[in-house]
């Protein structure tokens, strides 16, 4: 009966994971698409909506206090909740980064971007890709699927690269630019830290599968 139990209430704390990694998801998705179409309220309510992700966060490290302290469980069970416990706090860093966008855009104001946004709504589509794929890694402890999220973060990396050098040449070349090109770098940089953070949760579900630690890959910028 203790087992049976133990199963419901990780089954559970995973499904708790799984929903916030989908309100993450939706609020890059919406923060980007807000920053794109110059559309001020639902900028505002990205930024609005981060506290229901903070306090998702918080519920969730509750739970896998609680099921510590009331089931004590051993060996694969432990790395499931350790597991999910981190997890739960690179959803939260990313929802952050997705307020960050958000509040870009509020910076902005009426403003126009310097460009037309191409580069940053594909960064925010990789993004968007490696984070679900990496909660897919999670539920079905699929290490060939983690795998491919690490490897596609050199993808984002390499289109950061690119939105970096484009947004560098309008500020050489007129320096009135400066403060519009600096919004722009800094919705791509939250970008490229989103797609770091997917790569952490591939990692972690390489731990709780081999119960070994992959030397994390550290952002260059």
Same mark, same amino acid.
């Given at each position: 009966?203790? /087992?049976?139990?133990?199963?419901?209430?990780?089954?559970?704390?995973?499904? @708790?994971?799984?929903?916030?990694?989908?309100?993450?998801?939706?609020?890059? *998705? !919406?923060?980007?698409?807000?920053?794109?179409?110059?559309?001020?309220? @639902?900028?505002?309510?990205?930024?609005?909506?981060?506290? *229901?992700? #903070?306090?998702? /966060?918080?519920?969730?490290?509750?739970?896998?206090?609680?099921?510590?302290?009331?089931?004590? =469980?051993?060996?694969?069970?432990? /790395?499931?909740?350790?597991?999910?416990?981190?997890?739960?706090? @690179?959803?939260? !860093?990313?929802? #952050?980064?997705? @307020?960050?966008?958000?509040?870009?855009?509020?910076?902005?104001?009426?403003?126009? =971007?310097?460009? =037309?946004?191409?580069?940053?709504?594909?960064?925010?589509?990789?993004?968007?890709?490696?984070?679900?794929?990496?909660?897919?890694?999670?539920?079905?402890?699929?290490?060939?699927?983690?795998?491919?999220?690490?490897?596609? #973060?050199?993808?984002?990396?390499?289109?950061?690269?690119?939105?970096?050098?484009?947004?560098?040449?309008?500020?050489?070349? #007129? =320096?009135?630019?400066?403060?519009?090109?600096?919004?722009?770098?800094?919705?791509?940089?939250?970008?490229? !830290?989103?797609?770091?953070?997917?790569?952490?949760?591939?990692? !972690?579900?390489?731990?709780?599968?081999?119960?070994?630690?992959?030397?994390?890959?550290?952002?260059?910028?």
């Amino acid at each position: 009966m203790l /087992r049976v139990d133990l199963d419901r209430q990780i089954t559970h704390l995973q499904e @708790e994971v799984t929903l916030l990694a989908n309100v993450v998801d939706k609020a890059i *998705y !919406r923060s980007v698409e807000a920053l794109k179409n110059r559309d001020l309220a @639902e900028s505002q309510a990205v930024v609005d909506g981060d506290d *229901y992700i #903070d306090q998702k /966060r918080y519920d969730i490290e509750d739970l896998c206090i609680d099921l510590i302290a009331t089931q004590q =469980p051993m060996a694969g069970d432990l /790395r499931a909740v350790l597991a999910m416990l981190h997890i739960a706090v @690179e959803l939260e !860093r990313m929802g #952050d980064y997705a @307020e960050g966008i958000a509040k870009i855009s509020l910076l902005m104001g009426d403003e126009p =971007p310097l460009k =037309p946004l191409i580069d940053i709504p594909r960064m925010a589509n990789k993004a968007g890709e490696m984070l679900r794929h990496s909660v897919d890694c999670l539920v079905e402890r699929d290490l060939a699927m983690a795998e491919r999220v690490m490897d596609d #973060d050199d993808e984002v990396d390499d289109l950061y690269d690119q939105v970096y050098r484009e947004l560098l040449l309008f500020m050489i070349q #007129d =320096p009135r630019s400066i403060q519009r090109a600096t919004y722009l770098l800094w919705a791509a940089h939250d970008l490229e !830290r989103i797609a770091d953070r997917a790569t952490n949760i591939a990692e !972690r579900v390489m731990f709780l599968v081999t119960g070994q630690v992959r030397k994390e890959k550290r952002s260059k910028y």
